[in-house]
């Protein structure tokens, strides 16, 4: 049994394998052909932050998967009123066959996995968000090919999502540079554990210099989920980073521009450049659904 908490928690080979079992999953249903491995099998799906592609890919990856998820909000389960988070572990695993977490802290996931007996996904924590990165990288291998030996910028806050850009450098093998400012850099203890394991990644707090020759530019909101109070000071400390259409100009000439959503055109992204040639966020969008088919299908088949 394996868990999906981040990125490391699979090999290189396991992601090249989840990725390819997306494509083929992706094909056969453009063809209309019905493929369901996890017939009678159910995922579920526990939620301390809002959602809408998190949710509705699982919902639908399972049904289409020939399974069910069962949608749990945590102020309407026990999990709420303070049953311990190895209890709920322990009863919820012995009734379904896979449970998906999107919550704040990452220790909540780690000690829910401890005591699961079924795998445990992370649909989001304020430390990582591995789905996204599987689906990014699938997204850009449709469009450009291989990842690998690439460059990626990452230009906005040193989030979840910057975590898992580093993360994924280590399984995919791209070269990834990130921009941020002072005091809004990723996690030094998920750096240097991804830089031992090989990653190349490089710092800086200009977005131009991470930007140069790129082969894929990408952001998020400056202010994520349960920091809406600092909304204001970002703004300001974040001044400079938008990507706009001077931004891309120094990115190589097929660059492509991918954004996890939702977004705040004249913030973190311009208008221009969220829906102009080089954007391919909804095909992005859309691929959550396929690449997390493969993951159920890796975990649970």
């Given at each position: 049994m394996k868990h999906f908490l981040t990125l490391l928690d699979i090999t290189p080979d396991e992601a090249r394998h989840i990725l390819k079992r997306a494509e083929k999953m992706k094909r056969k249903l453009r063809?209309?052909?019905?493929?369901?491995?996890?017939?009678?099998?159910?995922?579920?799906?526990?939620?301390?932050?809002?959602?809408?592609?998190?949710?509705?890919?699982?919902?639908?990856g399972m049904?289409?998967?020939?399974?069910?998820?069962?949608f749990l909000h945590s102020a309407t389960t026990q999990l709420g009123r303070?049953?311990?988070?190895?209890?709920?572990?322990r009863v919820l695993s012995g009734m379904v066959d896979g449970v998906m977490i999107r919550t704040f802290a990452h220790d909540t996931i780690q000690r829910f996995?401890?005591?699961?007996?079924?795998?445990?996904?992370n649909g989001l924590t304020d430390l990582t968000h591995p789905c996204q990165i599987l689906t990014d990288v699938f997204t850009y291998e449709e469009q450009r090919g291989s990842i690998e030996g690439k460059t990626v910028a990452w230009v906005g806050d040193g989030n979840n999502m910057a975590h898992s850009?580093?993360?994924?450098?280590?399984?995919?093998g791209y070269q990834l540079r990130i921009a941020c400012p002072p005091g809004y850099c990723p996690d030094d203890k998920t750096l240097?554990?991804?830089?031992?394991?090989?990653?190349?990644?490089t710092l800086t707090d200009d977005p131009l210099e991470a930007v140069a020759n790129a082969d894929l530019v990408t952001t998020d909101v400056w202010a994520s989920m349960g920091q809406e109070d600092e909304q204001a000071e970002r703004?300001?400390?974040?001044?400079?980073?938008?990507?706009?259409?001077?931004t891309m100009s120094y990115a190589g000439?097929?660059?492509?521009?991918?954004?996890?959503?939702?977004?705040?055109?004249?913030?973190?992204?311009?208008?221009?450049?969220?829906?102009?040639?080089?954007?391919?966020?909804?095909?992005?969008?859309?691929?959550?659904?396929?690449?997390?088919?493969?993951?159920?299908?890796?975990?649970?088949?």
């Open positions: 063809e209309g052909k019905a493929f369901r491995p996890l017939e009678g099998k159910t995922l579920a799906m526990i939620f301390d932050k809002a959602s809408t592609r998190t949710r509705v890919s699982f919902e639908v049904y289409q998967l020939g399974g069910h998820a069962l303070g049953e311990p988070v190895e209890d709920s572990a996995a401890e005591y699961s007996s079924v795998p445990v996904i850009w580093i993360n994924g450098a280590v399984t995919f240097s554990a991804a830089r031992a394991l090989g990653a190349d990644v703004v300001k400390a974040f001044a400079g980073f938008c990507v706009d259409a001077r000439p097929d660059a492509l521009f991918m954004h996890c959503l939702p977004a705040h055109r004249g913030e973190e992204v311009s208008a221009d450049v969220i829906d102009g040639a080089q954007s391919v966020v909804w095909t992005e969008a859309e691929n959550r659904l396929h690449a997390q088919k493969g993951l159920l299908e890796f975990l649970m088949a």
